[in-house]
């Protein structure tokens, strides 16, 4: 099976639906409580396909949609692509899919933007689970393969050199630890899925619009630490891109939590997903 057959799979999966004007498309399994999923970059709701049949295995509704720019949904040249338009049109996809209350996930750069959706709508969390993340965001700096994407002109020839060979090593250096646990054909269709029919450059927007400032610390870390829900900090141990130290240890400082790991790198949902589930059933006394 080739990327491309990967790719239509994913879209049989699921549905469209439309949020804030904006075109988008989610993947759900089980019932329950429902489980937001949000995911980060360069990904789509298409990394959590995995998590979503465990969560569906411990009782609870697992539901990941793209983000505007990303995977199988529209990417409007005048949508505003920072962190903070992102949470805005979360919030508008959570009312669209008819979710009154929810747990939330969120990895990678889908943990400020699910942050900004959590601080819209505190009183429909029901727990917050932080997976390899950032939420001292004045302090982080892109990893060393993501850097080149954030400066004009080097991010598009940066892209524009992403031949499959190349992409599934930097996949596979950065995010996946068990490299039996995702064909070649699967993380081809990462790429194929970051750039569609744009190219990429709604992506190369979400990739400058980080919003990196001290008010937004702050913001994330009233989220994190709130007292209206439970939440944890749950890491792939062996994430060279969000390295446990410093960004999994300040993240549970933040959160007022201990730090708890599983043998993993960037993308635990690969070769993690039973694990990832499991740690979200937790924090449900409904799910089982």
């Not at 040249?77 to 939330?104: I, Q």
Request: hydrophobic share 45%; net charge positive; glycine share 10%.
């Amino acid at each position: 099976m080739g990327a491309a057959a990967v790719v239509e799979r994913h879209r049989a999966a699921g549905r469209e639906f439309t949020a804030a004007g904006v075109r988008s498309f989610v993947r759900e399994a089980g019932e329950g409580e429902a489980v937001v999923c949000v995911h980060g970059v360069p990904a789509s709701s298409f990394t959590w396909r995995k998590v979503l049949g465990e969560l569906a295995r411990e009782g609870l509704r697992g539901v990941a949609f793209d983000l505007p720019g990303l995977g199988l949904a529209a990417r409007p040249r005048d949508f505003d692509y920072s962190w903070t338009g992102l949470g805005r049109w979360c919030v508008a996809a959570v009312d669209a899919l008819g979710l009154d209350r929810f747990h939330l996930v969120v990895h990678d750069i889908g943990g400020p933007v699910g942050f900004e959706l959590a601080a819209s709508v505190p009183e429909r969390v029901r727990s917050l689970t932080v997976l390899n993340t950032m939420v001292e965001v004045d302090a982080f700096r892109r990893p060393w393969m993501m850097a080149p994407f954030a400066r004009p002109i080097v991010g598009e020839l940066w892209l524009a050199s992403m031949a499959r060979p190349l992409f599934r090593a930097l996949m596979r250096y950065a995010g996946i630890g068990d490299r039996r646990a995702v064909a070649d054909e699967e993380i081809d269709a990462y790429l194929d899925l970051l750039r569609r029919e744009d190219g990429g450059r709604a992506f190369l927007r979400i990739m400058r619009g980080f919003e990196r400032t001290a008010e937004k610390r702050e913001r994330y870390r009233a989220v994190v630490r709130s007292d209206r829900y439970p939440v944890q900090v749950v890491w792939g141990a062996d994430d060279p891109a969000l390295p446990l130290r410093p960004y999994g240890e300040q993240a549970a400082r933040a959160a007022g939590v201990e730090l708890q790991t599983v043998p993993a790198r960037h993308f635990l949902q690969e070769d993690q997903a039973a694990a990832v589930a499991a740690r979200v059933a937790a924090l449900s006394p409904a799910a089982g």
